[in-house]
């Protein structure tokens, strides 16, 4: 999983006051009023200085009132301090439980292989090495402070500014006029997962469950499956699809891809059923993991983008997931 740094900030205009941010493959969304901005996820500190130096040429002297986080993975929610003069921070609870020293919920199947609380480079190389260009990621030299070798949570979390208040499962913001809804959809990519729901433009900002970073031009395309999904419950995920098609939406703006819309989530979400009750059937005939990836053609979704890469690997996810998830 590589680190968000792309190129430059473009800021397009989606409707009314709506607008995204991004540096090519990953995307914010901004909600521009007259009485200030809220900023869904910063990306990374170069990105964020950047575009506060375009909002403040774009909205003149409108600061930004919020800054809200989709999930606590580096990737997506660095660089806020930048927006600190003037900015609340809000996210899930649970953000707070991932930023208190010990080691968070890791994306890509990067987890404490070692469990001495502390990132070492191979516990970014070995997913990345297994599944290259779709699970782990790159260790990060400049963040390892002390240089010995290893980051330590607080140094993982340096460029993060923690949130300064927090919700459960609901809260709602209202900014110019315009209401914004933040929503936990539930564990699935993340265990601190906001969905930001504009319901005055029907727009839906995510971030990563529903569309991931290999997603393009269409959501028609198998899920990175690292680790059994990301260490969540393939029916948690199921849930938090549900969750988000139960808004009343006509534009999904996510964090990766282009635009998309509900029927999009609606058949993400039946991909996942559609996985789950397959390998499930598989694993009561007492077939093996090799002969599932053998047997297993997954004839439904053989025309998705990452079919030929992903299908074996994405078996695997699900039978490590129903293994374990019971």
């Given at each position: 999983m590589a680190h968000a740094q792309f190129g430059a900030p473009t800021i397009t205009h989606i409707t009314g006051d709506l607008y995204r941010g991004s540096n090519g493959r990953w995307h914010n969304i901004i909600l521009a009023t007259e009485d200030g901005i809220l900023i869904g996820d910063t990306l990374n500190t170069p990105f964020?200085?950047?575009?506060?130096?375009?909002?403040?040429?774009?909205?003149p002297g409108v600061p930004v009132r919020y800054v809200v986080y989709s999930h606590s993975h580096w990737d997506?929610?660095?660089?806020?301090?930048?927006?600190?003069?003037?900015?609340?921070?809000?996210?899930h609870e649970t953000m707070l439980v991932n930023m208190d020293g010990r080691y968070p919920h890791m994306p890509g199947d990067m987890i404490d292989r070692n469990e001495n609380g502390t990132f070492e480079p191979e516990e970014f190389r070995i997913p990345a090495?297994?599944?290259?260009g779709v699970c782990g990621g790159r260790f990060s030299e400049r963040k390892d402070a002390d240089g010995d070798g290893r980051m330590t949570p607080a140094e993982y979390f340096s460029e993060v500014h923690p949130p300064d208040?927090?919700?459960?499962?609901?809260?709602?913001?209202?900014?110019?006029?315009?209401r914004v809804e933040l929503i936990h959809p539930g564990r699935n990519h993340g265990d601190d997962m906001t969905v930001l729901y504009f319901p005055d433009d029907g727009v839906v900002f995510a971030a990563d469950f529903l569309a991931d970073a290999l997603v393009t031009e269409s959501m028609r395309s198998l899920p990175s499956a690292c680790g059994p999904f990301d260490g969540h419950a393939m029916s948690e995920w199921i849930d938090s699809y549900r969750a988000v098609e139960a808004l009343d939406f006509e534009i999904l703006a996510p964090a990766h891809g282009q635009y998309y819309t509900k029927q999009d989530v609606v058949e993400t979400r039946e991909y996942f059923e559609y996985l789950a009750a397959e390998v499930s059937r598989a694993m009561r005939a007492g077939l093996s993991l090799e002969e599932m990836k053998s047997e297993l053609m997954l004839e439904a979704y053989a025309d998705w983008a990452q079919y030929e890469r992903l299908r074996e690997k994405n078996i695997e996810a699900a039978y490590r997931n129903l293994t374990v998830y019971r």
């Open positions: 964020a200085t950047a575009l506060k130096a375009q909002l403040e040429e774009r909205f997506h929610v660095e660089g806020g301090a930048v927006f600190a003069d003037t900015a609340t921070f809000i996210g090495d297994a599944s290259p208040i927090v919700y459960a499962d609901r809260m709602r913001l209202t900014l110019g006029g315009q």
